[in-house]
């Protein structure tokens, strides 16, 4: 049984990926909002170098890089630049960082369960997840799709659309385009206006939520029903799944997955045929490191393989579960065999690929050491938690 355990801390929101007790993914969010994918009717306040500057109602001016691809279709060659007091429709690409304002973009779009719906300057365009390796599956959706969109928009489909039939796209597209038009009614508000937005809760569940999710347990009566509000119109077919349980109680401790989440930290993860792996996180790099231990190498080389395939399993998971990204570095123990570095990197491959997240395989360097680059979209837990992990 999937579930997805969201609790709400002092510090903010943890939520929890769970398959039959085993913790697959641990996701954390500070008390502070995500402005990220929000859309605001902001008013410019100063223009230089390129860079529009416009308050959006918050604390910190957001910025618009008008040299950025995207914007094109509203700063064009040659259109005389904005000046302040000028109102546009902006959505957040990025939140805050450091002294930087949010980044925006005039680019907007629409993300839903299987589409992603936006105004561009390819009318009509639309693209797929890759994910979906069936060519006709992905001629089909892109045909289906391509007939339900208004003149002037373009569509991305996701890995979620794969099989479903044109009403339920068509029910998803009609949604989103409600949206698109209710948000041209801006002219009668006054700028800077909030016109769409979302908690970081739901936005976070957005992230983790799959077709087979069995229950979504939640600790804290607003959570719940700022879920219920924001999530279910889009996933109305999760309505049962989606539980209150709030009598004070760890949703996590109930569950008996407390002790993994208490090993996320942990420098060294020991395998069970005896061996162990360490993870050291760098400024620049995650190194990872696979080592024999307690484990009886007694069979040589296919010894060394199969302590390498379960080392290849546990990494990718690790990789997930701390949420590790950027460059990767993996020191396998070293084998004579080309076919079973063969056998090894090949199914290491398969393993990153179970990831939701895009990770590649990139090879192995002239030291004989295996590199993987896996997608940045959060920080690793220990860093947003500002917590030491420790050693066994």
């Known amino acids: 049984m999937k579930k997805i355990l969201i609790s709400k801390t002092r510090h903010g929101y943890t939520t929890a990926l769970v398959d039959n007790g085993r913790l697959l993914e641990m996701l954390e969010d500070s ?54 007091g000028d109102t546009f429709i902006v959505q957040v690409l990025k939140d805050a960082v450091g002294n930087k304002g949010p980044n925006v973009t005039s680019s907007i779009s629409y993300t839903g369960r299987y589409i992603m719906l936006y105004e561009s300057l390819d009318a009509d365009r639309v693209n797929s997840s890759k994910k979906i390796q069936d060519f006709n599956e992905t001629r089909r959706l892109k045909h ?62 957005m992230e983790v939520v799959r077709e087979d999710i069995d229950k979504i347990i939640i600790d804290n009566k607003d959570s719940f029903n700022r879920i219920q509000e924001e999530f279910l119109p889009t996933f109305p077919d999760f309505a049962e799944k989606v539980f209150l349980k709030d009598d004070g109680e760890s949703i996590f401790s109930v569950c008996n997955i407390k002790p993994q989440m208490d090993k996320i930290y942990d420098k060294r993860v020991w395998l069970k045929c005896g061996g162990f792996i360490v993870i050291e996180q760098t400024e620049a790099c995650v190194v990872i490191d696979v080592n024999t231990g307690k ?33 990767i570095i993996v020191d396998f123990l070293r084998m004579m065999s080309k076919a079973d570095m063969h056998t090894l990197l090949k199914d290491f491959e398969l393993e990153l690929h179970k990831d939701r997240i895009p990770a590649l395989l990139v090879g192995m360097t002239t030291l004989g050491l295996v590199e993987v680059t896996r997608k940045r979209v959060r920080k690793p837990l220990e860093r947003r938690n500002g917590m030491q992990r420790s050693q066994n």
């Open 144 to 205: 289906t799709t391509h007939q339900l969109l208004t003149d002037g928009f373009s569509a991305i489909i996701r890995s979620a659309a794969e099989g479903k039939s044109e009403p339920v796209l068509k029910a998803e597209v009609d949604i989103l385009m409600s949206r698109w038009y209710a948000n041209l009614d801006w002219k009668h508000k006054a700028a800077p206006a909030t016109l769409w937005s979302q908690s970081t809760i739901v936005k976070t569940l």
């Open 31 to 84: 008390n502070e909002e995500s402005l990220a994918g929000n859309i605001y009717l902001g008013v410019v306040k100063k223009v230089t170098g390129g860079f529009i500057f416009l308050d959006i109602g918050h604390d910190r001016q957001a910025f618009l890089d008008t040299k950025d691809g995207r914007e094109r279709r509203l700063f064009p060659p040659g259109r005389p630049p904005a000046k302040p």
């Open 295 to 327: 484990f009886q190498s007694k069979g040589g080389e296919a010894a060394k393989l199969q302590l390498n395939l379960e080392a290849a399993t546990e990494i990718a998971y690790q990789l997930r579960l701390r949420n590790l990204s950027g460059i």
